[in-house]
Nanobody, 128 residues
Framework: QVQLVESGGGSVQAGGSLRLSCVGS????????????MAWFRRSLGSERVGVAT????????NYADSVKGRFTISRDNAKNTVYLQMNSLKPEDTAIYYC?????????????????WGQGTQVTVSS
């Protein structure tokens, strides 16, 4: 069973930076990690979970929500079964629980609706 574990959250002041990590594991996962697109989502208090960034299986293509373009960078290291989210110029409105997810289908770079296998999330709090 696929497991995703996020880390790297914390509390920072506005304008600061954080780097989130998400490590994948599970039966057959290590051998197939590089076949799946990965994504970061977030959920603010009282809101639905929304997409933040996606990255293709090879890492050659990325996609970002308009709200984070130019500030966040998604990357991956398939040798380490890890996807990262570098968050710079953080704003109070970035405060949320951040989740990583895996594409439901291999070998594609899908839209926001085609991700699952959610991690437990990591809290990011940005103070003004």
């Amino acid at each position: 069973q696929v497991q995703l574990v996020e880390s790297g959250g914390g509390s920072v002041q506005a304008g600061g930076s954080l780097r989130l990590s998400c490590v994948g594991s599970g039966y057959g996962y290590a051998a197939k990690y590089g076949n799946y697109a990965m994504a970061w989502f977030r959920r603010s208090l009282g809101s639905e979970r929304v997409g933040v960034a996606t990255i293709s299986p090879s890492g050659s293509a990325t996609n970002y929500a308009d709200s984070v373009k130019g500030r966040f960078t998604i990357s991956r290291d398939n040798a380490k079964n890890t996807v990262y989210l570098q968050m710079n110029s953080l704003k109070p409105e970035d405060t949320a629980i951040y989740y990583c997810a895996r594409s439901l289908r291999a070998y594609v770079h899908p839209g926001w609706d085609d991700f699952g296998d959610w991690g437990q999330g990591t809290q990011v709090t940005v103070s003004s």
